[in-house]
């Protein structure tokens, strides 16, 4: 934290000519400013670089899909790395899942009688694979809190041996066929929540961020401290309001593929207008869970008891075992709900896939810890933020994917991704040093 | 002074605590009235601040009794410690330097309003009112405590145990890291806490210190108590040559 926001807010001064005063006035953090800067600024690069094929709906709604298994775990591993833990072993946990609802719904629960059609057998599944990564993070994390083995060497050893077990479960072979509902997860043309539902949830969130705007203020005023501005306030509500109308409309200006819509319209008897069906997509499922996931950790991190203990364990891990915090059960339950995570990240990889391979989800833990570093995590511990992390993610994966649509080579693409990494972490470094 | 038939504010007697075979608190007995304040010094490794981590519940004693007032008690953890109202202010302060002062003030008991979220904006409300009666000029409500001054953090951590009401408090060390006028400070708080009835047991290495403020004053030497006396019964020599030696001088026993 820089101390200019800091001052701005306890003793306002005239600080408004300069961006960073106007900035701080607004309470706004300087991270997350510059990083949203950073990404529309590798959009728009993107964008000129392709004649503007870059920036249309259908490629870029693939671009969020592609994202959000990184993502989902990024919020997890923030929580992690602030608890001065890691964990190394998420990569092998998505694929130990996947593989996990891949062969519960190819093969166990069909041979328990239970029918693919049946329309349970996805729910049966997903609870199981969610409680299986549960149980193998709580299980790494009672080992790192309470028998005290380094997390490093702990999921280090989870990296290795649970894609081994992987490799047992399914006798070294893929497995496809997931039961269809289950498939949505995945995101695609139908594998979204369509368009009214989005609009629905677009202005439920621009309400919502209203109505959030104005409790804050009325609970700081409750007690007679200083609020920010009125103008700042409506101007952030007004804002945030609007970007998440707009986010609802790009959503919905993907339209279902000519195909699909025509097939759509003759099998529910609809005459097709000239230019064909209009389908709005709306906002894919994995992106949904994405939203969900981003606004339930941040809650978790900076509304309850959990997050505090856990932010306080990674300033100080003596200061929160004399304030009476059970840091140890504090520690095991960060690492259960990163196994929880990697459970969700595991359903959108398998959905997507229609199945499982036996690498899915290697090397994932890189590209996770890359994005909460990016995102302004310190590996000293302490510091971080959960949509910092999300947003961290969204830049690699829009360098990478852009790279990609650009016929960049993957050879090169990982010397990019491995110089933006340093970089980004360097200059984060810097501008801490200098903030003092 | 409280009359000698009530029973002692803190007691505790025959204390062992042990690291690694090596005793660090050899079978010491120590009590503590209420409106008193009993300086403990020493030197290096004598043993005060691991037998005032017995009694604040950050180690847990391997053998001895704690009674407070006159009940014994098990404190194996520091809530044990908070929930009879024994408050300790740490030499190194214990504050989580990445968060900011309210959520130090309360760490481990936050303030929560009816669904278990917390309430920040009541904890800094308390925070408020009691940092404006230790430090008045204190503005910086929001900043990490890792930006502050020392005099602040410390005013911090001493805000931390003055505010849940405590009648026993330990103060390690209190004024190692501060200038002269935040000691002075922190001198007149310690006056005003015991008239105000509480318990305090005083660390430190400063006799000076010890002197002005102890009514009582216990000199521990390699994890024994050597002796306790009346500050009034000695002079600065005899404490010292207590804590040098590890002995008392046949003038100054109680």
């Known amino acids: 934290m820089t101390d200019s926001v800091a001052t701005a807010q306890d003793e306002p001064q005239s600080a408004g000519s300069s961006l960073r ?11 997350l400013f510059g990083m949203l800067v950073a990404l529309a600024l590798i959009l728009v690069y ?4 392709t004649d503007g094929k870059f920036l249309s709906p259908s490629n870029l709604v693939v671009l969020a899909i592609q994202a959000s298994v990184v993502a989902v775990m990024a919020t997890g591993m923030v929580l992690v790395i602030v608890s001065r833990n890691i964990d190394l072993s998420v990569g092998s946990i998505v694929g130990l899942v996947s593989m996990t609802y891949a062969m519960l719904m190819t093969q166990w629960m069909p041979d328990l009688g239970i029918r693919f059609d049946t329309g349970y057998m996805w729910i049966v599944a997903l609870a199981l694979g969610l409680g299986l990564g549960t149980a193998i993070g709580a299980l790494q994390g009672f080992v790192i809190a309470y028998m005290g083995v380094p997390s490093f060497i702990v999921t280090l050893g989870g990296l290795l041996s649970l894609r081994g077990m992987v490799w047992v479960l399914s006798e070294g072979a893929a497995k496809s066929g997931l039961a269809e509902p289950f498939q949505l997860l995945g995101g695609g043309a139908i594998g979204a929540i369509g368009g009214p539902a989005t609009w629905a949830v677009g202005i439920a969130a621009a309400v919502g961020i209203v109505a959030l705007t104005y409790y804050g203020r009325r609970q700081r005023s409750r007690f007679g401290f200083r609020v ?6 409506a101007l952030l509500a007004m804002v945030g309001a609007g970007a998440v109308v707009g986010l609802a409309a790009f959503f919905n200006a993907n339209l279902w593929p000519k195909g699909l819509a025509s097939r759509y319209a003759i099998a529910n008897g609809i005459t097709e207008p000239p230019g064909g069906l209009r389908i709005e997509v709306g906002i894919p499922w994995p992106v949904v869970l994405v939203i969900g996931v981003t606004l339930v950790m941040t809650y978790l991190a900076t509304r309850r008891r959990f997050g505090r203990d856990v932010f306080a364990y990674g300033g100080n891990p003596e200061a929160a075992a004399l304030a009476g915090i059970n840091t140890r059960w504090t520690i095991m339950k960060v690492f259960a709900l990163m196994g929880l995570l990697c459970g969700i990240s595991a359903a959108i990889a398998a959905a997507r896939l229609n199945g499982s391979t036996l690498d899915i989800g290697q090397g994932n833990e890189l590209y996770v810890i890359a994005a909460a570093v990016v995102g302004g995590t310190s590996l000293a511990g302490g510091i971080g933020t959960i949509p910092g992390a999300v947003l961290g993610g969204l830049v690699m994966q829009t360098l990478a994917y852009g790279l990609n649509f650009t016929r960049v080579t993957s050879a090169v693409q990982n010397i990019v991704a491995g110089i933006v990494l340093v970089v980004a972490v360097g200059f984060d470094t810097y501008n801490r040093r200098r903030a003092g | 002074m409280t009359a000698p038939e009530s029973p002692p504010l803190v007691e505790m007697r025959n204390i062992r605590v042990s690291y690694g075979g090596v005793h660090a608190v050899d079978d010491v007995s120590i009590d503590l009235r209420a409106g008193e304040v009993v300086g403990l010094v020493g030197g290096n490794g004598a043993g005060k601040s691991t037998l005032m981590r017995a009694l604040s519940g950050a180690r847990r004693a391997d053998s001895g009794t704690i009674l407070i007032d006159g009940k014994t008690v098990t404190i194996t953890n520091p809530h044990d410690a908070k929930r009879h109202g024994i408050e300790t202010i740490y030499q190194t302060l214990a504050l989580a330097d990445n968060l900011n002062a309210p959520a130090n003030l309360f760490l481990g008991r936050e303030m929560t309003n009816r669904i278990g979220d917390l309430d920040n904006a009541a904890m800094e409300d308390q925070t408020r009112k009691v940092m404006a009666r230790l430090n008045p000029n204190f503005t910086r409500f929001s900043s990490p405590v890792s930006s502050l001054s020392g005099g602040q ?25 501060l200038g002269p006028a935040e000691t002075a400070q922190v001198r007149d708080l310690i006056r005003q806490l015991r008239a105000e009835g509480l318990g305090i047991f005083l660390v430190s290495h400063d006799i000076h210190d010890v002197f002005d403020l102890s009514d009582r004053i216990s000199v521990m030497y390699h994890g024994k108590v050597v002796g306790t006396v009346n500050k009034a019964d000695v002079t600065h020599d005899d404490v010292l040559s207590m804590i040098i030696l590890g002995r008392e001088r046949e003038a100054a026993t109680q």
């Open chain 1, 46 to 49: 993107f964008g000129i670089r």
């Open chain 2, 153 to 177: 953090r410390q005013a911090v951590a001493i805000a931390r145990a003055v505010h849940f009401n405590a009648r026993i408090m330990i103060m390690d060390e209190p004024t190692a890291a």
């Open chain 1, 21 to 31: 005063g106007v900035l701080g006035s607004l309470g706004i953090d300087l991270r």
């Open chain 1, 228 to 233: 920010r501005p009125p103008w700042a306030d």
